[in-house]
Structure formats: C-alpha cells, structure tokens
T-cell receptor, first 112, second 111 residues
C-alpha cells in the first residue's frame, strides 16, 4: 500500500521565520495530497490540499508544492506566528481522498 | 452547523467488555472513516465506508467492527477490548469536493 514519509518530526522556528515540512509518497498513482493541522487536544483540521494536476497552491501564508516526478510534496508556512504551533500531518491518496494514508506528523513550535 | 459528532469523548473500560463509540455526521457525506492516533505512529485507518451497507478494512482493522445502516451514522464496535486498543480515536467524513471533517475524538483507555 501507499507509504507516506514526513520530515522533520519536530521543527522549531522563531516568529516571523518560514517553516517547511516535506513528505514523500511511494505510490505514483496518488493524486490527492491534503495537509492537516492538529492543535493540542483538538481534532485535525484541513488547512490546504493539492491535486496531482497542480504543481503549487497558496492560501495566504501557507503554500503547498508538489513534485510528481520525485514523488514529494511540501508545506510552506511564511511569517510564522505562535498560533501556528501545532502538529502538522501530510497525507496521500490514490483515489482522490477516500482512503488517506497519513505521515507520522511534524510538531512545529514557533517561539516569540 | 456542519459537524461530525462522536461519543463518548472519554472512556475507561476493562478488558473484554464490549463497547461502542458512536459517530454521526449532518453533512450528507457518503464517505466515513475511523482512525486511531497513537504517539509516534500518526493516524492509521481502521475501517471506512463508501456508502450505506458498504464497509471495508483499513490498515489496522483487527479487533474492531463497524456498521453503516444509515448514511449519517458509522459506529465503531470493540467486541472484546484489549489494552493495546488504548488510543485516541477519530471519526471522519467527507464529500467528493471537500477534505475530511474530523470528529472531536474519543480517548479510550482499556485496563
């Protein structure tokens, strides 16, 4: 089945800096790549997603890039703020998102 | 308000005592799924359902059962819980055009 690797497992940045989280996937048939943010004690929430026919997508301070050839995708957060501190999960799916395979998560800490 | 509702939020039970975690969504989504979340292992899919009476195993189905008799409800059943099923459980649903909406989670402890 699909295997999703996520790096780094922890990331600490100073407020205002950029943060980048990278994921790789194994199944070249994967076509849907969402990112979720999970604050402490809360449910995962979708923050951005990208489909395989698009190379990049932006939403304010967050962006996702996809390299299908290399089978990796990345989350970019610019001008980080303390409220960006959370665990971020990437995921991949081969059937447009019905069954998602998640990475193990990245714990992001933004220090003032 | 569009939401996925799970109950209970917290549950402590003993080994072998059957339990059910309920999940209900009000968005008319066809697809529903159960995940468990464990430290260092991320979110792993237990079962999913693509529509009423259509269910299938995810990556870690052993020890769990599900049913989908109505579109809105997707309960998770542990017939004989064991300590290795102590975990945080999330129900989720989605439509074709939107990503997952997760429930608030159920923290289960089996002693």
């Amino acid at each position: 089945g699909e295997n999703v690797e996520q790096h780094p497992s922890t990331l600490s940045v100073q407020e205002g800096d950029s943060a980048v989280i990278k994921c790789t996937y194994s199944d070249s048939a994967s076509n849907y790549f969402p990112w979720y943010k999970q604050e402490l004690g809360k449910r995962p929430q979708l923050i951005i997603d990208i489909r395989s026919n698009v190379g990049e997508k932006k939403d304010q301070r967050i962006a996702v890039t996809l390299n299908k050839t290399a089978k990796h995708f990345s989350l970019h957060i610019t001008e980080t703020q303390p409220e960006d501190s959370a665990v971020y999960f990437c995921a991949a799916s081969i059937n447009s998102g019905y069954a998602l395979n998640f990475g193990k998560g990245t714990s992001l800490l933004v220090t003032p | 308000e569009a939401q996925v509702t799970q109950n209970p939020r917290y549950l402590i039970t003993v080994t072998g005592k059957k339990l059910t975690v309920t999940c209900s969504q009000n968005m008319n989504h066809e697809y529903m799924s159960w995940y468990r979340q464990d430290p260092g292992l991320g979110l792993r899919q237990i079962y999913y359902s693509m529509n009423v009476e259509v269910t299938d195993k995810g990556d870690v189905p052993e020890g769990y059962k599900v049913s989908r008799k109505e579109k809105r409800n997707f309960p998770l059943i542990l017939e004989s819980p064991s300590p290795n099923q102590t975990s945080l459980y999330f129900c989720a649903s989605r439509s074709l055009t939107h990503g997952y909406t997760f429930g608030s989670g159920t923290r289960l402890t089996v002693v």
